[in-house]
Protein backbone atom coordinates (compact mmCIF):
# COMPACT_ATOMS: atom_id res chain seq x y z
CA UNK A 1 0.00 0.00 0.00
CA UNK A 2 1.38 3.03 -0.90
CA UNK A 3 1.27 5.98 1.63
CA UNK A 4 1.92 9.81 1.66
CA UNK A 5 3.12 9.41 4.76
CA UNK A 6 6.20 8.17 3.21
CA UNK A 7 6.43 11.51 0.61
CA UNK A 8 6.22 13.39 3.78
CA UNK A 9 9.03 11.21 5.24
CA UNK A 10 11.86 11.49 2.64
CA UNK A 11 11.98 15.19 3.23
CA UNK A 12 14.98 16.23 5.09
CA UNK A 13 13.10 19.11 5.69
CA UNK A 14 9.77 18.43 7.10
CA UNK A 15 6.70 19.82 5.49
CA UNK A 16 4.44 21.93 7.01
CA UNK A 17 0.62 21.27 7.88
CA UNK A 18 -0.49 23.36 4.75
CA UNK A 19 2.11 21.51 2.40
CA UNK A 20 0.91 18.17 3.54
CA UNK A 21 -2.53 19.26 3.45
CA UNK A 22 -1.83 19.91 -0.66
CA UNK A 23 -0.02 16.86 -0.99
CA UNK A 24 -2.58 14.48 0.51
CA UNK A 25 -5.05 16.41 -2.01
CA UNK A 26 -2.62 15.40 -4.78
CA UNK A 27 -2.10 12.53 -4.12
CA UNK A 28 -5.74 11.33 -4.03
CA UNK A 29 -6.14 12.57 -6.58
CA UNK A 30 -3.55 11.18 -9.06
CA UNK A 31 -4.34 7.83 -7.53
CA UNK A 32 -8.49 8.36 -8.13
CA UNK A 33 -7.36 9.46 -11.59
CA UNK A 34 -4.75 6.66 -12.47
CA UNK A 35 -7.15 4.23 -11.26
CA UNK A 36 -7.08 0.73 -13.25
CA UNK A 37 -4.35 1.81 -15.14
CA UNK A 38 -1.38 -0.61 -15.40
CA UNK A 39 2.68 0.12 -16.70
CA UNK A 40 3.72 -2.84 -19.14
CA UNK A 41 5.71 -3.92 -15.80
CA UNK A 42 2.54 -4.38 -14.80
CA UNK A 43 2.73 -2.49 -11.53
CA UNK A 44 -0.10 0.49 -10.67
CA UNK A 45 0.34 3.69 -12.72
CA UNK A 46 0.34 5.08 -9.90
CA UNK A 47 3.16 4.03 -8.27
CA UNK A 48 5.13 5.80 -10.98
CA UNK A 49 3.48 9.10 -9.51
CA UNK A 50 4.32 8.07 -6.42
CA UNK A 51 8.05 7.53 -7.04
CA UNK A 52 8.45 10.28 -9.24
CA UNK A 53 6.96 12.40 -6.26
CA UNK A 54 9.15 10.38 -3.57
CA UNK A 55 11.99 11.14 -5.33
CA UNK A 56 11.30 14.47 -5.51
CA UNK A 57 10.97 15.35 -1.88
CA UNK A 58 14.30 13.34 -1.13
CA UNK A 59 15.45 16.06 -3.52
CA UNK A 60 14.26 18.27 -0.96
CA UNK A 61 12.31 19.95 -3.43
CA UNK A 62 9.30 22.37 -2.24
CA UNK A 63 5.59 21.05 -1.93
CA UNK A 64 3.94 22.63 -5.61
CA UNK A 65 6.94 20.63 -6.97
CA UNK A 66 6.43 16.78 -5.34
CA UNK A 67 2.10 17.39 -6.07
CA UNK A 68 3.60 18.42 -9.57
CA UNK A 69 5.00 14.94 -9.61
CA UNK A 70 1.85 12.76 -8.20
CA UNK A 71 0.23 14.49 -11.22
CA UNK A 72 2.67 15.18 -13.89
CA UNK A 73 0.40 11.88 -16.14
CA UNK A 74 -2.99 12.81 -15.68
CA UNK A 75 -3.35 15.41 -18.19
CA UNK A 76 -1.64 12.98 -20.52
CA UNK A 77 -2.63 9.81 -19.52
CA UNK A 78 -6.27 10.13 -17.59
CA UNK A 79 -7.90 12.77 -19.77
CA UNK A 80 -7.94 15.51 -16.94
CA UNK A 81 -8.53 18.63 -18.54
CA UNK A 82 -5.82 21.19 -16.91
CA UNK A 83 -8.40 23.74 -16.22
CA UNK A 84 -9.83 20.94 -13.74
CA UNK A 85 -6.47 20.56 -11.99
CA UNK A 86 -6.17 24.79 -12.08
CA UNK A 87 -9.20 24.44 -10.09
CA UNK A 88 -8.28 21.93 -7.58
CA UNK A 89 -4.63 22.87 -7.07
CA UNK A 90 -4.60 26.18 -8.34
CA UNK A 91 -2.41 27.74 -11.08
CA UNK A 92 1.06 27.15 -10.02
CA UNK A 93 0.65 23.52 -10.25
CA UNK A 94 -1.31 23.84 -13.34
CA UNK A 95 1.64 25.80 -14.74
CA UNK A 96 4.51 22.83 -13.69
CA UNK A 97 1.92 20.04 -15.03
CA UNK A 98 1.31 21.57 -17.88
CA UNK A 99 4.74 21.74 -18.98
CA UNK A 100 5.22 18.71 -18.06
CA UNK A 101 2.86 17.61 -20.85
CA UNK A 102 4.61 19.89 -23.59
CA UNK A 103 7.64 18.11 -22.63
CA UNK A 104 5.85 14.80 -22.78
CA UNK A 105 5.57 15.59 -26.58
CA UNK A 106 9.26 15.36 -27.21
CA UNK A 107 10.88 12.57 -28.62
CA UNK A 108 14.64 12.25 -29.45
CA UNK A 109 15.37 10.28 -32.60
CA UNK A 110 18.65 9.65 -32.58
CA UNK A 111 19.91 12.33 -34.43
CA UNK A 112 23.00 13.33 -32.63
CA UNK A 113 22.89 17.13 -34.55
CA UNK A 114 19.49 17.14 -32.89
CA UNK A 115 20.55 16.58 -29.45
CA UNK A 116 21.37 20.54 -28.80
CA UNK A 117 18.23 21.60 -30.18
CA UNK A 118 16.18 19.57 -28.26
CA UNK A 119 18.40 19.77 -24.55
CA UNK A 120 17.72 23.91 -25.66
CA UNK A 121 14.17 23.20 -25.82
CA UNK A 122 13.12 21.60 -22.87
CA UNK A 123 14.80 24.32 -21.01
CA UNK A 124 12.75 26.84 -23.12
CA UNK A 125 9.43 24.69 -22.77
CA UNK A 126 9.69 24.60 -19.33
CA UNK A 127 9.96 27.95 -18.18
CA UNK A 128 10.26 27.14 -14.91
CA UNK A 129 13.23 25.05 -13.80
CA UNK A 130 10.82 22.85 -11.81
CA UNK A 131 9.34 21.32 -14.70
CA UNK A 132 13.03 19.99 -15.45
CA UNK A 133 13.78 18.58 -12.30
CA UNK A 134 10.19 16.73 -12.14
CA UNK A 135 11.09 15.33 -16.05
CA UNK A 136 13.78 14.34 -14.41
CA UNK A 137 12.78 12.26 -11.99
CA UNK A 138 10.00 10.78 -13.79
CA UNK A 139 12.90 9.82 -16.49
CA UNK A 140 14.81 8.39 -14.03
CA UNK A 141 12.09 5.64 -12.69
CA UNK A 142 10.73 5.34 -15.92
CA UNK A 143 14.67 4.14 -16.73
CA UNK A 144 14.49 1.81 -13.57
CA UNK A 145 11.79 -0.08 -14.80
CA UNK A 146 12.49 0.22 -18.53
CA UNK A 147 13.22 -3.89 -18.95
CA UNK A 148 9.55 -3.98 -18.70
CA UNK A 149 9.48 -2.18 -22.93
CA UNK A 150 9.77 -4.00 -25.84
CA UNK A 151 13.16 -4.02 -27.02
CA UNK A 152 13.02 -1.44 -29.41
CA UNK A 153 11.53 1.52 -27.38
CA UNK A 154 14.24 0.65 -24.33
CA UNK A 155 16.73 1.19 -26.91
CA UNK A 156 15.12 4.67 -27.73
CA UNK A 157 14.30 5.90 -23.84
CA UNK A 158 17.95 4.67 -23.11
CA UNK A 159 19.23 6.44 -26.16
CA UNK A 160 17.52 9.77 -25.11
CA UNK A 161 18.26 9.21 -21.57
CA UNK A 162 22.41 9.26 -22.32
CA UNK A 163 22.28 11.79 -25.12
CA UNK A 164 19.76 14.41 -23.62
CA UNK A 165 18.75 13.84 -19.69
CA UNK A 166 21.98 13.03 -18.56
CA UNK A 167 23.81 16.01 -19.89
CA UNK A 168 20.42 18.01 -18.95
CA UNK A 169 21.15 17.01 -15.47
CA UNK A 170 24.67 17.25 -15.06
CA UNK A 171 24.49 21.07 -16.53
CA UNK A 172 22.01 21.55 -13.78
CA UNK A 173 24.69 20.38 -11.81
CA UNK A 174 23.24 16.94 -10.41
CA UNK A 175 26.34 15.07 -11.17
CA UNK A 176 24.84 12.13 -8.91
CA UNK A 177 21.37 11.49 -10.94
CA UNK A 178 23.42 12.10 -14.11
CA UNK A 179 25.46 9.21 -13.34
CA UNK A 180 23.01 7.53 -12.37
CA UNK A 181 20.41 7.95 -15.29
CA UNK A 182 23.96 7.14 -17.55
CA UNK A 183 24.47 3.56 -15.46
CA UNK A 184 20.72 2.91 -16.21
CA UNK A 185 21.14 3.11 -19.84
CA UNK A 186 24.58 1.42 -20.00
CA UNK A 187 22.96 -2.73 -19.77
CA UNK A 188 20.29 -1.46 -23.09
CA UNK A 189 22.75 0.51 -25.43
CA UNK A 190 26.11 -1.25 -24.68
CA UNK A 191 24.96 -4.86 -23.42
CA UNK A 192 27.82 -6.66 -24.72
CA UNK A 193 30.24 -4.24 -22.85
CA UNK A 194 27.79 -4.18 -20.11
CA UNK A 195 28.00 -8.00 -19.15
CA UNK A 196 31.84 -7.89 -19.51
CA UNK A 197 31.94 -5.39 -17.17
CA UNK A 198 29.93 -7.77 -14.59
CA UNK A 199 31.97 -10.40 -15.09
CA UNK A 200 35.16 -8.80 -14.72
CA UNK A 201 34.87 -6.38 -12.31
CA UNK A 202 32.45 -7.65 -9.56
CA UNK A 203 35.35 -9.19 -7.91
CA UNK A 204 37.58 -6.15 -8.40
CA UNK A 205 34.84 -4.28 -6.44
CA UNK A 206 34.28 -6.60 -3.56
CA UNK A 207 37.79 -6.70 -3.18
CA UNK A 208 38.52 -3.49 -2.97
CA UNK A 209 35.67 -2.76 -1.07
CA UNK A 210 36.74 -4.94 2.16
CA UNK A 211 40.40 -3.43 1.64
CA UNK A 212 38.91 -0.08 2.12
CA UNK A 213 36.81 -1.75 5.15
CA UNK A 214 39.92 -2.55 6.71
CA UNK A 215 41.41 1.61 5.77
CA UNK A 216 39.06 3.00 7.56
CA UNK A 217 39.58 2.50 11.33
CA UNK A 218 43.15 3.30 10.61
CA UNK A 219 42.06 6.97 9.26
CA UNK A 220 39.51 7.13 11.65
CA UNK A 221 41.94 7.09 14.54
CA UNK A 222 44.59 8.93 13.19
CA UNK A 223 42.21 12.09 12.26
CA UNK A 224 41.00 11.37 16.04
CA UNK A 225 44.39 11.82 16.95
CA UNK A 226 44.81 15.43 15.45
CA UNK A 227 41.63 16.42 17.18
CA UNK A 228 39.52 15.80 13.93
CA UNK A 229 36.12 14.27 14.33
CA UNK A 230 34.91 13.56 10.68
CA UNK A 231 31.02 13.94 10.30
CA UNK A 232 31.24 10.51 7.83
CA UNK A 233 33.71 8.03 6.30
CA UNK A 234 31.92 6.17 3.29
CA UNK A 235 33.23 4.28 -0.05
CA UNK A 236 32.20 5.23 -3.36
CA UNK A 237 32.05 2.87 -5.76
CA UNK A 238 32.68 3.95 -9.75
CA UNK A 239 29.70 3.82 -11.83
CA UNK A 240 29.62 0.71 -14.52
CA UNK A 241 29.36 3.55 -17.27
CA UNK A 242 31.95 5.92 -16.17
CA UNK A 243 34.47 3.40 -15.08
CA UNK A 244 33.37 1.57 -19.30
CA UNK A 245 34.43 5.44 -20.18
CA UNK A 246 38.05 5.47 -18.27
CA UNK A 247 38.70 1.62 -19.08
CA UNK A 248 38.78 2.59 -22.60
CA UNK A 249 41.37 5.19 -22.12
CA UNK A 250 43.27 2.46 -20.62
CA UNK A 251 43.29 -0.15 -22.89
CA UNK A 252 40.65 -2.25 -20.34
CA UNK A 253 43.39 -2.82 -17.85
CA UNK A 254 41.60 -2.97 -14.14
CA UNK A 255 45.08 -2.42 -12.54
CA UNK A 256 45.59 1.50 -13.45
CA UNK A 257 41.85 2.09 -12.06
CA UNK A 258 43.11 3.61 -8.64
CA UNK A 259 39.36 5.06 -8.10
CA UNK A 260 37.24 1.72 -8.80
CA UNK A 261 35.98 2.03 -5.06
CA UNK A 262 37.57 5.61 -3.80
CA UNK A 263 37.31 6.54 0.21
CA UNK A 264 35.45 9.66 1.15
CA UNK A 265 35.72 11.91 4.17
CA UNK A 266 33.43 14.60 5.07
CA UNK A 267 34.09 16.79 7.56
CA UNK A 268 32.80 20.38 8.81
CA UNK A 269 34.93 23.54 7.53
CA UNK A 270 37.13 23.97 4.55
CA UNK A 271 39.91 24.21 6.82
CA UNK A 272 39.59 20.90 8.00
CA UNK A 273 39.51 19.98 4.77
CA UNK A 274 42.98 20.48 3.80
CA UNK A 275 44.06 19.52 7.75
CA UNK A 276 42.75 15.66 6.90
CA UNK A 277 44.81 15.91 3.59
CA UNK A 278 48.07 16.85 5.78
CA UNK A 279 47.20 14.00 7.82
CA UNK A 280 46.69 11.61 5.22
CA UNK A 281 49.51 12.68 3.43
CA UNK A 282 51.77 11.87 6.33
CA UNK A 283 50.58 8.82 7.14
CA UNK A 284 50.94 7.02 3.34
CA UNK A 285 52.90 8.84 0.73
CA UNK A 286 50.86 10.55 -1.87
CA UNK A 287 51.04 9.49 -5.62
CA UNK A 288 52.67 12.57 -7.44
CA UNK A 289 50.40 14.15 -9.71
CA UNK A 290 47.26 13.21 -8.32
CA UNK A 291 46.28 15.62 -5.88
CA UNK A 292 44.02 17.37 -7.23
CA UNK A 293 42.26 20.54 -5.38
CA UNK A 294 38.72 21.16 -6.86
CA UNK A 295 38.12 23.39 -3.79
CA UNK A 296 40.42 26.35 -4.88
CA UNK A 297 39.57 25.45 -9.03
CA UNK A 298 36.49 23.59 -9.18
CA UNK A 299 34.98 21.83 -11.70
CA UNK A 300 33.47 23.50 -14.61
CA UNK A 301 29.87 21.41 -13.61
CA UNK A 302 31.05 23.18 -9.84
CA UNK A 303 32.18 20.55 -8.02
CA UNK A 304 34.48 20.99 -5.26
CA UNK A 305 36.65 18.28 -2.93
CA UNK A 306 40.00 17.60 -2.57
CA UNK A 307 41.23 14.35 -4.29
CA UNK A 308 44.56 12.60 -3.35
CA UNK A 309 46.00 8.97 -4.73
CA UNK A 310 48.25 7.50 -1.87
CA UNK A 311 50.19 4.68 -1.10
CA UNK A 312 48.24 2.79 1.13
CA UNK A 313 48.39 -0.29 3.48
CA UNK A 314 50.41 -2.87 1.53
CA UNK A 315 51.60 -0.19 -1.27
CA UNK A 316 47.75 -0.03 -2.44
CA UNK A 317 47.30 2.76 -4.45
CA UNK A 318 44.11 4.37 -3.31
CA UNK A 319 42.12 7.20 -3.76
CA UNK A 320 40.51 9.53 -1.11
CA UNK A 321 38.60 12.51 -1.79
CA UNK A 322 37.91 14.89 1.26
CA UNK A 323 34.81 17.66 1.24
CA UNK A 324 32.44 19.27 3.26
CA UNK A 325 28.82 18.59 3.89
CA UNK A 326 27.78 21.27 1.83
CA UNK A 327 29.90 20.11 -1.30
CA UNK A 328 28.87 17.13 -0.47
CA UNK A 329 25.07 17.57 -1.34
CA UNK A 330 25.99 19.77 -3.72
CA UNK A 331 28.01 17.53 -5.78
CA UNK A 332 25.11 15.03 -5.91
CA UNK A 333 22.06 17.26 -6.32
CA UNK A 334 23.43 20.63 -7.93
CA UNK A 335 20.50 22.60 -8.29
CA UNK A 336 18.34 20.85 -5.92
CA UNK A 337 20.61 21.06 -3.10
CA UNK A 338 20.29 24.77 -3.74
CA UNK A 339 16.80 24.56 -3.27
CA UNK A 340 16.94 22.90 -0.49
CA UNK A 341 18.85 26.21 1.23
CA UNK A 342 16.65 28.75 0.67
CA UNK A 343 14.33 30.65 3.01
CA UNK A 344 10.96 31.27 1.62
CA UNK A 345 10.34 34.18 1.68
CA UNK A 346 6.70 34.03 1.83
CA UNK A 347 5.58 35.51 -1.77
CA UNK A 348 2.42 34.16 -3.16
CA UNK A 349 3.78 35.45 -7.04
CA UNK A 350 5.25 32.33 -7.78
CA UNK A 351 7.00 33.96 -10.84
CA UNK A 352 9.35 36.19 -8.55
CA UNK A 353 8.82 33.88 -5.67
CA UNK A 354 11.22 31.06 -7.51
CA UNK A 355 13.88 34.06 -7.21
CA UNK A 356 14.52 33.31 -3.64
CA UNK A 357 15.38 30.07 -4.09
CA UNK A 358 19.02 30.23 -3.99
CA UNK A 359 21.85 32.23 -3.17
CA UNK A 360 23.05 33.95 -6.31
CA UNK A 361 26.83 33.71 -5.58
CA UNK A 362 26.54 29.98 -5.37
CA UNK A 363 24.31 29.34 -8.31
CA UNK A 364 27.32 28.38 -10.54
CA UNK A 365 25.35 26.61 -12.61
CA UNK A 366 23.42 29.26 -13.90
CA UNK A 367 27.16 30.55 -15.04
CA UNK A 368 27.45 27.02 -16.96
CA UNK A 369 23.71 28.01 -18.82
CA UNK A 370 25.41 31.08 -19.62
CA UNK A 371 28.67 29.95 -21.39
CA UNK A 372 26.72 26.99 -23.13
CA UNK A 373 24.01 29.66 -25.02
CA UNK A 374 25.47 33.10 -25.36
CA UNK A 375 22.19 34.75 -26.60
CA UNK A 376 20.87 34.44 -23.23
CA UNK A 377 20.05 37.18 -21.56
CA UNK A 378 21.56 39.04 -18.54
CA UNK A 379 21.85 36.76 -15.75
CA UNK A 380 20.23 38.95 -12.82
CA UNK A 381 17.03 39.29 -14.87
CA UNK A 382 17.39 35.41 -15.13
CA UNK A 383 17.43 35.20 -11.33
CA UNK A 384 14.60 37.59 -11.14
CA UNK A 385 12.03 35.34 -12.36
CA UNK A 386 14.22 32.13 -12.94
CA UNK A 387 11.89 31.97 -15.83
CA UNK A 388 14.25 30.16 -18.30
CA UNK A 389 13.81 32.76 -21.35
CA UNK A 390 16.74 33.04 -22.71
CA UNK A 391 15.68 31.62 -26.25
CA UNK A 392 13.62 34.80 -26.21
CA UNK A 393 13.84 35.22 -30.58
CA UNK A 394 13.56 31.69 -31.29
CA UNK A 395 10.15 28.99 -30.90
CA UNK A 396 10.23 25.43 -31.13
CA UNK A 397 7.61 23.62 -32.75
CA UNK A 398 6.64 20.09 -32.80
CA UNK A 399 5.92 17.78 -35.16
CA UNK A 400 4.03 14.91 -34.80
CA UNK A 401 6.90 12.63 -34.92
CA UNK A 402 8.01 14.59 -32.02
CA UNK A 403 10.64 16.03 -33.93
CA UNK A 404 11.75 19.50 -33.39
CA UNK A 405 11.44 22.45 -35.60
CA UNK A 406 13.70 25.62 -34.29
CA UNK A 407 12.09 28.63 -36.02
CA UNK A 408 12.35 32.67 -35.04
CA UNK A 409 9.37 34.37 -33.07
CA UNK A 410 6.47 34.65 -34.98
CA UNK A 411 6.55 31.33 -37.68
CA UNK A 412 3.62 30.57 -38.90
CA UNK A 413 2.48 27.09 -40.19
CA UNK A 414 3.89 27.78 -43.48
CA UNK A 415 7.33 28.78 -42.58
CA UNK A 416 6.93 25.38 -40.21
CA UNK A 417 6.06 23.22 -43.87
CA UNK A 418 9.08 24.91 -45.61
CA UNK A 419 11.00 24.06 -42.78
CA UNK A 420 10.13 20.31 -42.77
CA UNK A 421 10.39 19.95 -46.86
CA UNK A 422 9.64 22.37 -49.82
CA UNK A 423 6.59 20.01 -51.32
CA UNK A 424 4.95 19.96 -47.81
CA UNK A 425 5.41 23.97 -47.80
CA UNK A 426 4.49 24.44 -51.58
CA UNK A 427 1.06 22.16 -51.15
CA UNK A 428 0.17 23.34 -47.60
CA UNK A 429 -3.93 24.20 -47.49
CA UNK A 430 -4.19 24.66 -43.36
CA UNK A 431 -2.52 24.05 -40.23
CA UNK A 432 -3.13 22.03 -36.90
CA UNK A 433 -2.17 23.04 -33.68
CA UNK A 434 -2.62 21.16 -30.58
CA UNK A 435 -4.81 19.63 -32.57
CA UNK A 436 -6.82 22.78 -33.51
CA UNK A 437 -7.42 23.93 -37.01
CA UNK A 438 -5.96 27.34 -37.62
CA UNK A 439 -5.52 29.14 -40.60
CA UNK A 440 -1.98 29.72 -42.62
CA UNK A 441 -0.81 33.10 -40.85
CA UNK A 442 -1.11 32.12 -37.01
CA UNK A 443 1.55 32.46 -34.96
CA UNK A 444 2.85 29.07 -33.51
CA UNK A 445 4.00 28.95 -30.17
CA UNK A 446 7.45 27.38 -28.58
CA UNK A 447 5.87 23.87 -27.71
CA UNK A 448 3.11 23.55 -30.41
CA UNK A 449 2.70 20.16 -31.97
CA UNK A 450 1.99 21.39 -35.58
CA UNK A 451 0.76 19.48 -38.62
CA UNK A 452 0.53 20.46 -41.91
CA UNK A 453 -2.46 19.67 -44.08
CA UNK A 454 -1.31 19.45 -47.71
CA UNK A 455 -3.09 18.77 -50.84
CA UNK A 456 -1.53 17.53 -54.14
CA UNK A 457 -2.59 20.24 -56.68
CA UNK A 458 -1.94 23.24 -54.59
CA UNK A 459 0.44 25.77 -55.15
CA UNK A 460 1.96 28.47 -52.76
CA UNK A 461 0.04 31.62 -52.82
CA UNK A 462 1.57 35.30 -53.50
CA UNK A 463 -0.44 36.37 -50.44
CA UNK A 464 1.58 34.37 -48.18
CA UNK A 465 4.93 36.48 -48.69
CA UNK A 466 3.13 39.13 -46.53
CA UNK A 467 3.04 36.87 -43.50
CA UNK A 468 5.89 33.95 -43.88
CA UNK A 469 8.89 34.80 -41.29
CA UNK A 470 11.44 32.95 -42.62
CA UNK A 471 13.71 33.61 -45.55
CA UNK A 472 13.34 29.83 -46.56
CA UNK A 473 10.18 30.16 -47.22
CA UNK A 474 9.97 33.48 -48.74
CA UNK A 475 12.55 31.92 -51.53
CA UNK A 476 11.12 28.86 -51.77
CA UNK A 477 7.48 30.63 -52.43
CA UNK A 478 8.91 33.16 -54.85
CA UNK A 479 10.59 30.27 -56.74
CA UNK A 480 7.30 28.43 -56.83
CA UNK A 481 5.58 31.84 -57.71
CA UNK A 482 8.03 31.85 -61.32
CA UNK A 483 7.07 28.30 -62.26
CA UNK A 484 4.01 28.65 -64.54
CA UNK A 485 1.27 26.99 -63.08
CA UNK A 486 -0.87 24.20 -64.12
CA UNK A 487 2.12 22.29 -65.91
CA UNK A 488 2.14 19.87 -63.72
CA UNK A 489 -1.01 18.00 -63.77
CA UNK A 490 -0.81 14.72 -62.06
CA UNK A 491 -3.28 11.81 -62.50
CA UNK A 492 -6.09 11.79 -59.67
CA UNK A 493 -6.12 8.47 -58.49
CA UNK A 494 -7.62 7.51 -55.51
CA UNK A 495 -7.47 3.98 -52.51
CA UNK A 496 -10.23 2.90 -50.59
CA UNK A 497 -9.43 1.10 -47.42
CA UNK A 498 -11.54 -0.99 -45.21
CA UNK A 499 -10.42 -1.13 -42.37
CA UNK A 500 -12.65 -3.46 -39.47
CA UNK A 501 -11.90 -2.37 -35.81
CA UNK A 502 -13.48 -3.46 -32.82
CA UNK A 503 -15.57 -0.82 -31.27
CA UNK A 504 -14.08 1.89 -28.69
CA UNK A 505 -13.99 5.05 -28.00
CA UNK A 506 -11.73 7.45 -30.17
CA UNK A 507 -10.60 4.83 -32.52
CA UNK A 508 -11.52 6.56 -35.60
CA UNK A 509 -9.63 9.72 -34.24
CA UNK A 510 -6.53 7.51 -34.06
CA UNK A 511 -7.21 6.17 -37.42
CA UNK A 512 -7.25 9.80 -38.99
CA UNK A 513 -4.37 10.95 -36.76
CA UNK A 514 -2.52 7.57 -38.41
CA UNK A 515 -3.21 8.63 -42.34
CA UNK A 516 -2.83 12.44 -42.15
CA UNK A 517 0.52 12.30 -39.75
CA UNK A 518 1.75 10.40 -43.53
CA UNK A 519 0.27 13.52 -45.30
CA UNK A 520 -2.30 11.56 -46.51
CA UNK A 521 -5.26 13.41 -47.63
CA UNK A 522 -8.71 11.82 -46.80
CA UNK A 523 -11.36 12.43 -49.40
CA UNK A 524 -14.28 10.65 -47.49
CA UNK A 525 -14.90 8.66 -44.81
CA UNK A 526 -17.90 6.11 -43.84
CA UNK A 527 -19.10 4.82 -40.60
CA UNK A 528 -21.82 2.03 -40.83
CA UNK A 529 -22.16 0.55 -37.25
CA UNK A 530 -22.43 -3.21 -36.99
CA UNK A 531 -22.39 -3.84 -32.78
CA UNK A 532 -18.90 -5.07 -31.55
CA UNK A 533 -17.22 -4.97 -34.88
CA UNK A 534 -17.22 -2.54 -37.26
CA UNK A 535 -16.03 -1.13 -40.64
CA UNK A 536 -14.76 2.17 -41.13
CA UNK A 537 -14.37 3.06 -44.91
CA UNK A 538 -12.03 5.84 -45.75
CA UNK A 539 -11.40 6.49 -49.52
CA UNK A 540 -8.10 8.44 -49.88
CA UNK A 541 -6.48 10.55 -53.22
CA UNK A 542 -3.09 8.42 -53.79
CA UNK A 543 -2.68 5.13 -54.89
CA UNK A 544 1.04 4.39 -54.27
CA UNK A 545 1.37 0.84 -53.56
CA UNK A 546 4.35 1.42 -51.27
CA UNK A 547 2.82 3.89 -49.68
CA UNK A 548 -0.38 2.52 -49.48
CA UNK A 549 1.59 -0.77 -47.68
CA UNK A 550 3.01 1.57 -45.13
CA UNK A 551 0.09 2.88 -44.13
CA UNK A 552 -1.15 -0.47 -43.73
CA UNK A 553 1.51 -1.18 -41.15
CA UNK A 554 1.15 1.81 -39.31
CA UNK A 555 -2.51 1.57 -39.06
CA UNK A 556 -2.35 -2.00 -37.92
CA UNK A 557 -0.49 -0.70 -34.78
CA UNK A 558 -3.60 1.07 -33.41
CA UNK A 559 -5.36 -0.93 -30.76
CA UNK A 560 -8.48 -1.80 -31.87
CA UNK A 561 -7.68 -2.26 -35.54
CA UNK A 562 -8.34 -6.19 -36.74
CA UNK A 563 -8.04 -5.91 -40.74
CA UNK A 564 -7.37 -3.79 -43.27
CA UNK A 565 -8.33 -4.14 -47.14
CA UNK A 566 -8.21 -2.01 -50.31
CA UNK A 567 -9.07 -0.84 -53.55
CA UNK A 568 -8.15 1.13 -56.52
CA UNK A 569 -10.02 3.60 -57.75
MN1 LIG B 1 5.56 9.85 -16.20
Same mark, same amino acid.
Given at each position: MLSIEEIYNERKQPFNEEEKNLLKRAFDFAQKAHSGQKRKSGESYFNHSFQTALELSRWNLDAPTVATGLLHDVVEDCGISLEEIKKEFGEEIAFLVNGLTKLGRLKYRGIVKQAETLRKMILALSEDLRVILVKLSDRLHNMKTLSALHPQKQKRIA??? /?????????????????????????????PKEYKWLLKNVKEHYEERQAYLEKIKPIIEKELKEHGVEPIKID??????? *???????? /? %?? %????? /?DLVALRIVVKDIEECYSVLGIIHNLWAPFPGRIKDYIALPKPNGYKSLHTTVFCVDKKLTEIQIRILEMHEEAENGIAAHWAYQKKKGTKDYLKGKASFADKKELIWVQQLRNWQNQFS???????????????DRIFAITPKGEVVDLPVGATPVDFAYAIHSVIGDTCVGGRVNNKIVPLDFQLQSGDLVEVLTQKS??? *?? %????????????????????? %?????????????????VSDRIGILKDVVNVISRSHINIVKVNVPKIGFFSNIGIRCDFNDKRKIEKLILKLKKINGVKEITYKLF
Open positions: LET /YEIYAPLALRLGMANLSGELEDLTFPYLYFRAKRYS *SLYKKLLR /Y %SL %SLEQI /YDPEEFLQSLKIDFFKKKP *SE %SWLKFVKTNQAKRKIKSGLRQ %SPGLIKRKKLQTEFKIT
